[in-house]
Protein backbone atom coordinates (compact mmCIF):
# COMPACT_ATOMS: atom_id res chain seq x y z
CA UNK A 1 0.00 0.00 0.00
CA UNK A 2 1.55 3.42 -1.28
CA UNK A 3 2.17 6.07 1.69
CA UNK A 4 0.23 9.06 0.94
CA UNK A 5 2.39 12.13 0.14
CA UNK A 6 1.90 13.92 2.81
CA UNK A 7 2.91 11.20 5.30
CA UNK A 8 5.81 10.39 3.89
CA UNK A 9 7.07 14.58 4.62
CA UNK A 10 5.52 14.33 8.02
CA UNK A 11 7.54 11.62 8.54
CA UNK A 12 10.87 12.74 6.92
CA UNK A 13 10.13 15.86 9.20
CA UNK A 14 9.79 14.11 12.46
CA UNK A 15 12.75 12.06 11.88
CA UNK A 16 15.10 14.89 11.35
CA UNK A 17 13.57 16.17 14.70
CA UNK A 18 13.91 13.42 16.71
CA UNK A 19 17.30 12.89 15.78
CA UNK A 20 18.84 16.50 15.60
CA UNK A 21 18.95 17.37 12.25
CA UNK A 22 16.44 19.90 12.73
CA UNK A 23 17.53 21.43 16.40
CA UNK A 24 15.32 23.12 18.63
CA UNK A 25 14.38 26.61 17.12
CA UNK A 26 15.30 26.27 13.46
CA UNK A 27 12.54 27.79 11.54
CA UNK A 28 11.22 25.50 8.94
CA UNK A 29 10.59 26.65 5.48
CA UNK A 30 6.86 28.36 4.99
CA UNK A 31 4.13 26.37 3.70
CA UNK A 32 4.27 28.15 0.00
CA UNK A 33 7.91 27.16 0.55
CA UNK A 34 7.79 23.70 0.59
CA UNK A 35 4.77 23.00 -1.27
CA UNK A 36 6.93 24.55 -3.95
CA UNK A 37 9.98 22.63 -2.54
CA UNK A 38 8.75 18.88 -2.83
CA UNK A 39 6.16 19.78 -5.50
CA UNK A 40 2.63 19.50 -3.30
CA UNK A 41 -0.13 21.50 -3.11
CA UNK A 42 -0.39 24.34 -0.37
CA UNK A 43 -2.81 22.46 1.14
CA UNK A 44 -1.02 19.39 1.40
CA UNK A 45 1.99 21.61 2.87
CA UNK A 46 -0.37 23.37 5.63
CA UNK A 47 -1.52 19.64 6.41
CA UNK A 48 2.16 18.10 7.26
CA UNK A 49 2.58 21.53 9.69
CA UNK A 50 -0.84 20.74 11.31
CA UNK A 51 -0.14 17.14 11.81
CA UNK A 52 4.00 17.96 13.30
CA UNK A 53 2.03 20.83 15.85
CA UNK A 54 -0.54 17.80 16.72
CA UNK A 55 2.49 15.51 17.14
CA UNK A 56 4.06 18.64 19.49
CA UNK A 57 6.98 18.46 17.50
CA UNK A 58 6.64 22.08 15.83
CA UNK A 59 5.12 25.16 17.39
CA UNK A 60 3.70 28.53 14.75
CA UNK A 61 3.93 31.56 16.00
CA UNK A 62 1.79 34.22 14.58
CA UNK A 63 3.56 36.22 11.73
CA UNK A 64 6.97 34.63 12.83
CA UNK A 65 6.66 31.26 10.94
CA UNK A 66 6.75 27.64 12.04
CA UNK A 67 9.42 26.45 14.67
CA UNK A 68 10.61 23.45 15.71
CA UNK A 69 10.09 22.84 19.39
CA UNK A 70 12.76 22.48 22.69
CA UNK A 71 10.99 18.30 22.81
CA UNK A 72 10.16 17.68 26.58
CA UNK A 73 10.47 14.17 25.73
CA UNK A 74 13.85 13.35 24.24
CA UNK A 75 14.14 10.70 21.26
CA UNK A 76 14.06 7.28 22.58
CA UNK A 77 11.08 7.11 24.20
CA UNK A 78 10.41 3.35 25.22
CA UNK A 79 13.99 3.02 25.90
CA UNK A 80 15.13 6.18 28.11
CA UNK A 81 13.39 5.94 31.17
CA UNK A 82 10.95 8.71 31.65
CA UNK A 83 9.07 10.47 34.91
CA UNK A 84 5.98 10.31 35.01
CA UNK A 85 3.19 12.86 36.71
CA UNK A 86 2.74 11.56 39.98
CA UNK A 87 -1.01 11.84 38.94
CA UNK A 88 -0.24 10.12 35.72
CA UNK A 89 -0.24 6.43 34.74
CA UNK A 90 2.69 4.56 32.79
CA UNK A 91 1.57 2.21 30.32
CA UNK A 92 5.60 2.42 29.05
CA UNK A 93 7.35 -0.18 31.71
CA UNK A 94 6.11 -2.75 33.38
CA UNK A 95 7.68 -2.87 37.19
CA UNK A 96 5.04 -5.10 38.37
CA UNK A 97 4.89 -5.83 42.30
CA UNK A 98 2.84 -8.29 44.12
CA UNK A 99 1.69 -7.92 47.88
CA UNK A 100 3.89 -8.86 50.56
CA UNK A 101 6.76 -8.65 48.84
CA UNK A 102 7.88 -6.12 50.92
CA UNK A 103 7.85 -8.42 54.00
CA UNK A 104 9.21 -11.24 52.26
CA UNK A 105 12.60 -8.36 51.91
CA UNK A 106 12.90 -7.48 55.01
CA UNK A 107 12.73 -11.09 56.65
CA UNK A 108 15.39 -11.84 53.72
CA UNK A 109 17.31 -9.26 55.04
CA UNK A 110 17.08 -9.87 58.98
CA UNK A 111 17.71 -14.22 57.57
CA UNK A 112 21.12 -12.59 56.12
CA UNK A 113 21.92 -9.81 58.88
CA UNK A 114 21.64 -13.36 61.10
CA UNK A 115 23.91 -15.76 59.00
CA UNK A 116 27.36 -16.71 60.02
CA UNK A 117 29.01 -15.57 56.53
CA UNK A 118 27.94 -11.74 56.81
CA UNK A 119 31.58 -10.22 56.97
CA UNK A 120 32.49 -12.36 53.33
CA UNK A 121 29.33 -10.28 51.47
CA UNK A 122 31.92 -6.97 52.26
CA UNK A 123 34.53 -8.04 50.28
CA UNK A 124 35.09 -8.26 46.51
CA UNK A 125 33.95 -11.07 45.09
CA UNK A 126 34.89 -13.70 41.96
CA UNK A 127 34.01 -11.34 38.52
CA UNK A 128 31.31 -14.80 37.85
CA UNK A 129 29.73 -14.50 41.16
CA UNK A 130 30.50 -16.91 44.11
CA UNK A 131 30.75 -20.62 44.08
CA UNK A 132 27.69 -20.96 45.73
CA UNK A 133 25.73 -18.56 44.12
CA UNK A 134 25.91 -19.72 41.26
CA UNK A 135 25.11 -23.66 41.64
CA UNK A 136 22.13 -21.73 42.93
CA UNK A 137 21.30 -20.21 39.57
CA UNK A 138 22.37 -23.76 37.54
CA UNK A 139 19.63 -25.25 39.88
CA UNK A 140 17.05 -22.79 39.22
CA UNK A 141 17.46 -23.10 35.47
CA UNK A 142 17.42 -26.86 35.96
CA UNK A 143 14.51 -26.86 36.67
CA UNK A 144 13.94 -25.11 33.58
CA UNK A 145 14.62 -28.43 31.81
CA UNK A 146 18.19 -26.48 31.23
CA UNK A 147 21.64 -28.60 32.37
CA UNK A 148 23.63 -25.81 33.84
CA UNK A 149 27.46 -26.49 34.73
CA UNK A 150 27.64 -23.86 37.66
CA UNK A 151 31.12 -23.69 35.75
CA UNK A 152 29.02 -21.75 32.95
CA UNK A 153 27.06 -19.78 34.81
CA UNK A 154 27.81 -15.90 35.38
CA UNK A 155 26.47 -13.49 37.72
CA UNK A 156 25.27 -10.20 36.69
CA UNK A 157 23.29 -7.21 37.51
CA UNK A 158 20.64 -7.74 35.72
CA UNK A 159 19.35 -9.14 32.44
CA UNK A 160 20.44 -5.45 30.18
CA UNK A 161 24.09 -6.05 32.04
CA UNK A 162 24.10 -9.88 30.69
CA UNK A 163 23.51 -8.51 27.05
CA UNK A 164 25.83 -5.83 27.33
CA UNK A 165 28.79 -8.50 28.40
CA UNK A 166 27.63 -10.43 25.69
CA UNK A 167 28.05 -8.05 23.22
CA UNK A 168 31.39 -6.85 24.39
CA UNK A 169 32.85 -10.48 24.87
CA UNK A 170 31.89 -12.10 21.69
CA UNK A 171 31.58 -10.04 18.91
CA UNK A 172 32.68 -6.45 17.60
CA UNK A 173 32.46 -3.42 15.66
CA UNK A 174 30.71 -3.77 12.49
CA UNK A 175 30.22 -7.39 12.91
CA UNK A 176 26.16 -7.83 11.06
CA UNK A 177 23.99 -9.91 14.17
CA UNK A 178 20.38 -11.12 12.68
CA UNK A 179 17.40 -9.47 14.85
CA UNK A 180 13.64 -9.12 14.60
CA UNK A 181 12.24 -6.45 12.36
CA UNK A 182 10.41 -5.44 15.90
CA UNK A 183 12.79 -5.92 19.34
CA UNK A 184 13.60 -5.37 22.24
CA UNK A 185 15.28 -1.45 22.23
CA UNK A 186 17.72 -2.56 25.09
CA UNK A 187 19.25 -4.39 22.51
CA UNK A 188 19.09 -1.52 19.87
CA UNK A 189 20.91 0.60 22.19
CA UNK A 190 23.59 -2.00 22.79
CA UNK A 191 24.15 -2.02 19.04
CA UNK A 192 24.21 1.67 18.60
CA UNK A 193 26.81 1.76 21.48
CA UNK A 194 29.01 -0.99 20.05
CA UNK A 195 28.75 -0.02 15.94
CA UNK A 196 27.04 -3.36 14.99
CA UNK A 197 24.92 -3.75 12.14
CA UNK A 198 21.82 -5.04 12.78
CA UNK A 199 20.41 -6.78 9.95
CA UNK A 200 16.17 -7.08 10.62
CA UNK A 201 13.83 -10.74 9.99
CA UNK A 202 10.57 -10.11 8.93
CA UNK A 203 7.82 -11.50 11.34
CA UNK A 204 5.43 -13.31 11.31
CA UNK A 205 2.43 -14.30 13.68
CA UNK A 206 4.59 -16.86 15.35
CA UNK A 207 8.08 -15.85 15.47
CA UNK A 208 10.87 -15.08 12.80
CA UNK A 209 10.57 -15.38 9.23
CA UNK A 210 13.04 -18.18 8.58
CA UNK A 211 13.18 -18.46 5.41
CA UNK A 212 14.16 -14.92 5.59
CA UNK A 213 17.13 -15.71 7.97
CA UNK A 214 18.42 -18.22 6.17
CA UNK A 215 18.61 -16.31 3.46
CA UNK A 216 19.88 -13.32 5.27
CA UNK A 217 22.91 -15.89 6.77
CA UNK A 218 23.51 -16.91 2.53
CA UNK A 219 24.12 -13.69 1.37
CA UNK A 220 25.98 -11.48 4.50
CA UNK A 221 28.29 -12.43 7.23
CA UNK A 222 26.18 -12.87 9.95
CA UNK A 223 27.92 -13.09 13.54
CA UNK A 224 25.08 -13.83 15.85
CA UNK A 225 21.31 -13.64 16.20
CA UNK A 226 19.67 -12.14 18.65
CA UNK A 227 16.32 -13.70 19.50
CA UNK A 228 13.48 -13.90 22.20
CA UNK A 229 11.89 -17.17 21.49
CA UNK A 230 9.75 -18.36 24.79
CA UNK A 231 7.51 -14.22 24.67
CA UNK A 232 8.78 -12.22 22.48
CA UNK A 233 8.93 -8.07 23.29
CA UNK A 234 7.16 -6.41 22.12
CA UNK A 235 4.81 -8.96 20.20
CA UNK A 236 4.57 -11.99 22.83
CA UNK A 237 4.93 -15.00 20.27
CA UNK A 238 6.27 -18.68 21.57
CA UNK A 239 8.15 -20.17 19.22
CA UNK A 240 7.33 -23.41 18.32
CA UNK A 241 9.78 -26.67 18.80
CA UNK A 242 10.05 -27.44 15.36
CA UNK A 243 11.14 -23.40 14.50
CA UNK A 244 13.60 -23.45 17.23
CA UNK A 245 15.00 -26.65 15.81
CA UNK A 246 15.23 -25.18 12.30
CA UNK A 247 16.66 -21.65 14.00
CA UNK A 248 19.70 -23.48 15.56
CA UNK A 249 20.21 -25.66 12.64
CA UNK A 250 20.68 -22.57 10.40
CA UNK A 251 22.98 -21.37 12.99
CA UNK A 252 25.17 -24.26 13.02
CA UNK A 253 25.10 -24.62 9.38
CA UNK A 254 26.47 -20.78 8.92
CA UNK A 255 28.57 -20.74 12.41
CA UNK A 256 26.48 -18.05 13.88
CA UNK A 257 25.89 -17.67 17.77
CA UNK A 258 23.01 -17.54 19.20
CA UNK A 259 22.12 -14.95 21.66
CA UNK A 260 18.73 -15.98 23.45
CA UNK A 261 16.59 -13.86 25.76
CA UNK A 262 14.65 -15.28 28.67
CA UNK A 263 13.51 -12.34 30.48
CA UNK A 264 10.11 -12.97 29.96
CA UNK A 265 9.98 -16.82 29.45
CA UNK A 266 9.17 -17.38 33.03
CA UNK A 267 5.81 -16.11 32.29
CA UNK A 268 4.94 -19.04 30.01
CA UNK A 269 3.75 -22.29 31.54
CA UNK A 270 4.97 -25.44 29.91
CA UNK A 271 7.14 -23.94 26.91
CA UNK A 272 9.48 -25.47 24.08
CA UNK A 273 12.87 -26.13 25.67
CA UNK A 274 14.88 -23.04 25.74
CA UNK A 275 17.20 -23.03 22.83
CA UNK A 276 20.22 -23.40 25.00
CA UNK A 277 18.86 -27.03 26.08
CA UNK A 278 19.14 -27.89 23.09
CA UNK A 279 22.18 -26.04 21.21
CA UNK A 280 24.49 -25.29 24.43
CA UNK A 281 27.71 -25.28 22.83
CA UNK A 282 26.69 -22.08 20.29
CA UNK A 283 23.95 -20.35 22.60
CA UNK A 284 24.53 -17.29 25.28
CA UNK A 285 21.74 -17.64 27.34
CA UNK A 286 20.38 -13.87 29.14
CA UNK A 287 17.92 -13.63 31.81
CA UNK A 288 17.43 -12.43 35.41
CA UNK A 289 15.36 -11.64 38.34
CA UNK A 290 14.20 -7.95 37.72
CA UNK A 291 11.07 -9.07 35.85
CA UNK A 292 10.04 -12.57 37.96
CA UNK A 293 10.48 -10.98 41.24
CA UNK A 294 11.31 -7.57 41.51
CA UNK A 295 12.90 -5.07 39.05
CA UNK A 296 14.51 -3.11 42.31
CA UNK A 297 16.65 -6.54 42.25
CA UNK A 298 19.23 -6.37 40.11
CA UNK A 299 20.57 -9.39 39.81
CA UNK A 300 20.48 -11.66 35.95
CA UNK A 301 22.40 -14.79 34.93
CA UNK A 302 24.12 -15.94 31.74
CA UNK A 303 24.78 -19.39 30.57
CA UNK A 304 27.42 -19.31 28.30
CA UNK A 305 29.73 -22.14 26.38
CA UNK A 306 32.90 -23.23 27.93
CA UNK A 307 34.84 -21.51 25.40
CA UNK A 308 33.44 -17.83 26.09
CA UNK A 309 33.13 -17.83 29.79
CA UNK A 310 36.79 -16.51 30.18
CA UNK A 311 36.25 -13.27 27.84
CA UNK A 312 32.34 -12.57 29.58
CA UNK A 313 34.66 -12.63 32.75
CA UNK A 314 36.83 -10.23 31.57
CA UNK A 315 33.60 -7.75 30.38
CA UNK A 316 32.20 -8.40 34.14
CA UNK A 317 35.34 -7.14 35.56
CA UNK A 318 35.44 -4.28 33.09
CA UNK A 319 32.11 -3.03 33.55
CA UNK A 320 31.37 -3.41 37.35
CA UNK A 321 33.83 -6.26 38.97
CA UNK A 322 30.69 -7.92 40.37
CA UNK A 323 27.18 -8.10 40.84
CA UNK A 324 26.88 -6.84 44.69
CA UNK A 325 26.91 -9.59 46.91
CA UNK A 326 24.36 -8.78 49.15
CA UNK A 327 21.52 -8.73 46.57
CA UNK A 328 23.08 -11.81 45.04
CA UNK A 329 22.67 -13.77 48.29
CA UNK A 330 19.69 -12.76 49.19
CA UNK A 331 18.24 -13.56 45.34
CA UNK A 332 20.02 -17.13 45.49
CA UNK A 333 18.15 -17.90 49.04
CA UNK A 334 14.57 -17.07 47.19
CA UNK A 335 15.71 -19.30 44.52
CA UNK A 336 16.34 -22.12 46.67
CA UNK A 337 13.72 -22.36 49.47
CA UNK A 338 11.19 -21.21 46.58
CA UNK A 339 10.34 -17.77 46.90
CA UNK A 340 11.22 -17.23 43.33
CA UNK A 341 8.96 -19.98 42.10
CA UNK A 342 6.43 -18.94 44.28
CA UNK A 343 6.52 -15.09 43.09
CA UNK A 344 7.00 -16.32 39.12
CA UNK A 345 3.67 -18.28 40.02
CA UNK A 346 1.73 -15.12 41.43
CA UNK A 347 3.11 -12.71 38.20
CA UNK A 348 1.74 -15.48 35.92
CA UNK A 349 -1.78 -15.31 37.41
CA UNK A 350 -1.19 -11.55 37.50
CA UNK A 351 -0.50 -11.09 34.05
CA UNK A 352 -3.26 -12.92 33.08
CA UNK A 353 -5.86 -11.07 34.91
CA UNK A 354 -4.10 -7.92 33.59
CA UNK A 355 -4.98 -9.37 29.91
CA UNK A 356 -7.97 -10.45 30.19
CA UNK A 357 -8.66 -6.56 31.21
CA UNK A 358 -7.06 -5.37 28.44
CA UNK A 359 -9.00 -7.96 26.05
CA UNK A 360 -12.36 -6.61 27.69
CA UNK A 361 -11.46 -2.95 27.53
CA UNK A 362 -9.75 -2.49 24.32
CA UNK A 363 -12.61 -4.54 22.45
CA UNK A 364 -12.70 -3.34 18.65
CA UNK A 365 -9.02 -2.88 18.74
CA UNK A 366 -6.25 -5.60 17.37
CA UNK A 367 -4.55 -6.75 20.29
CA UNK A 368 -1.24 -8.70 19.66
CA UNK A 369 0.17 -9.90 22.15
CA UNK A 370 -0.10 -13.38 24.57
CA UNK A 371 -2.50 -14.10 27.35
CA UNK A 372 -0.23 -14.32 30.39
CA UNK A 373 2.27 -11.35 29.28
CA UNK A 374 2.61 -8.20 30.80
CA UNK A 375 2.25 -6.29 28.02
CA UNK A 376 0.09 -6.36 24.35
CA UNK A 377 0.62 -4.17 20.89
CA UNK A 378 -1.99 -2.43 19.28
CA UNK A 379 -1.74 -1.99 15.13
CA UNK A 380 -3.24 0.91 14.29
CA UNK A 381 -5.41 1.83 11.57
CA UNK A 382 -3.41 2.42 7.76
CA UNK A 383 -4.53 6.30 8.30
CA UNK A 384 -3.18 6.53 11.94
CA UNK A 385 -0.35 8.23 13.53
CA UNK A 386 0.95 6.32 16.62
CA UNK A 387 3.11 9.88 17.26
CA UNK A 388 -0.13 11.66 17.77
CA UNK A 389 -2.18 9.13 19.54
CA UNK A 390 0.69 9.43 22.04
CA UNK A 391 0.75 13.04 22.55
CA UNK A 392 -2.72 13.03 22.97
CA UNK A 393 -2.60 10.13 25.60
CA UNK A 394 0.03 12.29 27.56
CA UNK A 395 -2.20 15.23 27.28
CA UNK A 396 -4.65 12.72 29.61
CA UNK A 397 -1.46 12.09 31.76
CA UNK A 398 -1.10 8.22 29.98
CA UNK A 399 2.46 7.32 28.99
CA UNK A 400 3.04 4.35 26.35
CA UNK A 401 5.38 3.78 23.62
CA UNK A 402 4.94 3.85 19.69
CA UNK A 403 7.12 1.52 17.81
CA UNK A 404 9.74 3.32 17.09
CA UNK A 405 12.12 2.39 19.77
CA UNK A 406 11.16 -1.55 19.08
CA UNK A 407 11.90 -1.26 15.46
CA UNK A 408 15.01 -2.45 13.40
CA UNK A 409 13.91 -2.04 9.77
CA UNK A 410 13.28 1.18 7.76
CA UNK A 411 9.67 0.88 7.69
CA UNK A 412 7.93 1.82 11.30
CA UNK A 413 4.76 0.86 11.71
CA UNK A 414 2.04 2.68 13.12
CA UNK A 415 1.16 0.75 16.04
CA UNK A 416 1.68 1.28 20.38
CA UNK A 417 2.35 -1.22 23.25
CA UNK A 418 1.12 -0.95 25.97
CA UNK A 419 2.77 -2.53 29.59
CA UNK A 420 0.00 -3.94 31.38
CA UNK A 421 2.41 -4.49 34.65
CA UNK A 422 2.44 -0.75 36.57
CA UNK A 423 -0.76 0.27 38.06
CA UNK A 424 -3.32 -1.30 40.36
CA UNK A 425 -6.10 -3.28 38.59
CA UNK A 426 -9.22 -0.74 38.62
CA UNK A 427 -6.98 2.50 37.42
CA UNK A 428 -5.29 0.00 34.83
CA UNK A 429 -9.34 -0.96 33.75
CA UNK A 430 -10.35 3.03 33.34
CA UNK A 431 -7.08 3.91 31.81
CA UNK A 432 -7.59 1.11 29.13
CA UNK A 433 -10.92 2.51 28.32
CA UNK A 434 -9.91 5.74 27.84
CA UNK A 435 -7.21 4.42 25.69
CA UNK A 436 -9.82 2.68 23.46
CA UNK A 437 -11.79 5.53 23.47
CA UNK A 438 -8.83 8.29 22.32
CA UNK A 439 -7.91 5.40 19.82
CA UNK A 440 -11.09 5.34 18.04
CA UNK A 441 -12.63 8.77 18.16
CA UNK A 442 -8.61 10.62 17.40
CA UNK A 443 -8.95 12.11 14.00
CA UNK A 444 -5.92 11.13 12.96
CA UNK A 445 -6.24 12.40 9.29
Not at 12 to 19: G, H, L, N, V
Not at 81 to 101: I, K, M
Not at 359 to 387: C, I, K, M, N
Request: hydrophobic content about 40%.
Amino acid sequence: MAVPRYKALVDAFASDIRTGRLTAGARLPTHRALAAREGVALVTATRVYAELEAMGLVSREQGRGTFVRDLAVPPGQGIDRQLVATDGVDLNFNYPSLPGQAGLLRQALREVAASGDLDSLLHYQPHSGRPQDRASIGRHLGRRGITADPDRVLVVNGAQHGLAITVMATLNAGDVVAVDALTYPGFKVLAQAFRLDLEPIPTTADGPNLDALEKLCATRPVRAVYTMPTLHNPLGWVMTETDRLRLIKTARRHGVLIIEDASYAYLVENPPPPLVATAPDITVYVSGLSKSIATGLRVGFVLAPPTTVPQLERAIRATTWNTPALTTAIACHWLDDGTADQLEAQKREDAKARQAIAVQELAGLPLVGHPSSYFTWVPLPDDARADRLTATLARHRISVSTAEPFTTSAHTPQAIRLALGSTDLDSLRSTLSTVRRLAIEDPFT
